[in-house]
């Protein structure tokens, strides 16, 4: 997807202020001895930004537009080291309800829906971004916030609530509880728009079939906005991103070269018209591909695929990478298995090794059942992991973002 003349132009107008503020990526290209960009060529050979970049602009650094005009920030979870801090203008705030509403007109939602909105409120982008996008619908936003299964279920029969926002593993919960109190014919949810976190076919399978409604995807960042700059249309075939905003390339991680269109690779963002903080080529470190042609939606906005993991996911077990997905891969070909998994991987006696805990019901014989799954893995990864069948149950599940994998060689 190469980008546009009317696009480069964006850049270049971003360039000037990013200059004008001085701030890190401004240095960055004063030290590259860029001012500005006419051809594709000139672009590609813009530098990169990275998480780091922002996290060293902590507290307020990246600020690009002067302050009285900056009217909210918002605060990436920093899980290692200091947060990263993003400030937004009124226009910024604008656009990004923009994007969100149409995230859910994309995703058939409309001005009569009830939206009940479960991500959290805060610093964070999550809660505020679902809010604002249905505010603009023009649908009601039913703000509960995350926790408390028994008041979110009250309100959802007594509300009648017709979308449901939340995480994939908040959504698997709820309907599990819905399954157990035997409410189902008291919920009217339709759809579901479901956020931040990477989930497998076969639990948006079970959301789906458990709750009875249709799934979409919402893709964003906090570093671009937050959720909502891309979503998938009913034909469900990948994610509609808005590149009246975005310019979004996905390229090699190893090369940091464009890949063609179809292939897989890092997505890389550029902001057209950020305002507090906009970025330029920011990586992402999310893998996917962008989708090449048309969708039958006819919708013009470009498409990539479901997020399949994140660079950072791979990990070098006896020396081959190994990708969470891959095992995610060959496990959904086990009918006997529920949604839930976990990777454990641990250096014993010099030696790394990888145990898989699964989870299926009484019916079926676990040791029988473990040595099929190692020896599938084993033909996918080229090595044969220990593989522990549990109960069903036993694996956690929660409120947040379910952690599958677990590296105990670096603890
Ligand atoms: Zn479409």
């Keep these: 997807m190469q980008i546009s003349e ?3 132009l964006q850049v270049n107008d971003r360039i000037k202020a990013l200059e004008k503020a001085g701030s890190f990526y401004g240095k960055k290209l004063k030290d590259a001895g860029v001012s ?5 060529d000139d672009f590609l050979s813009l530098p990169f930004s990275e998480k780091n970049d922002l996290r060293e602009a902590y507290p307020l ?14 605060s990436s979870s920093g899980t290692t080291g200091l947060p990263v801090i993003i400030p937004y203008t009124a226009k910024d705030v604008e656009d990004w309800a923009t ?41 009601m936003a039913i703000p509960m916030g995350p926790g408390n299964t028994d008041k979110q279920l009250q309100m959802m029969m007594d509300m009648k609530s017709t979308v449901l926002c939340a995480t994939s593993s908040y959504a698997l919960l709820l309907a599990e509880e819905i399954e157990k109190r035997g409410i189902k014919d008291k919920i009217c949810l339709k759809k579901g728009v479901i956020g931040s976190e990477r989930w497998g076919e076969k639990m948006r399978q079970r959301i789906k079939t458990e709750l009875g409604i249709e799934l979409y995807d919402i893709y964003g960042l906090t570093e671009i906005y937050g959720p909502g700059i891309g979503i998938n249309c009913k034909y469900d075939t990948g994610m509609h991103y808005w590149d009246d905003f975005i310019y979004l390339e996905i390229i090699d991680p190893e090369t940091l070269k464009p890949v063609p269109d179809g292939e897989w690779g890092e997505i890389v963002i ?16 999310d893998l996917s591909r962008i989708i090449p042609g048309e969708c039958p939606c006819g919708s013009k906005f470009p498409r ?3 997020i399949q993991g994140r660079t950072d996911d791979m990990m070098k077990i006896k020396g081959v ?16 298995l529920s949604s839930e998994y976990q990777i454990r991987i641990s250096h014993l006696d010099g030696r790394d090794t990888m145990r898989i805990y699964v989870e299926t019901t009484g019916e079926y014989d676990f040791d029988a059942l473990g040595k099929k799954i190692a020896e599938s893995v084993k033909s996918k990864i080229g090595f044969t992991p220990i593989v522990k069948v549990v109960e069903l149950g036993l ?4 409120e947040k973002k379910t952690k599958r994998v677990i590296d105990e060689r670096y603890e």
């Design 61 to 74: 650094g990246l600020m690009t537009a002067p302050e009285d005009q900056i009217v909210r920030i918002h």
């Design 99 to 139: 994007m969100f509403a149409r995230c859910y007109e994309f995703a058939g939602i409309t001005n009569k829906d009830r939206i009940h909105i479960t991500p959290g409120y805060g610093l964070w982008t999550a809660g505020i971004g679902f809010q604002a996008g249905c505010e603009k619908l023009g649908a």
């Design 304 to 306: 990539i695929d479901v």
């Design 6 to 8: 009317k696009q480069l």
């Design 321 to 336: 990478n190994v990708f969470p997905k891959q095992i995610e891969e060959v496990l959904k070909t086990f009918p006997e």
């Design 36 to 40: 500005e960009v006419k051809t594709v």
């Design 395 to 398: 694996l956690p599940r929660s």
């Design 270 to 285: 550029t902001t057209l018209v950020k305002e507090g903080a906009p970025l330029i080529r920011y990586r992402t470190h």
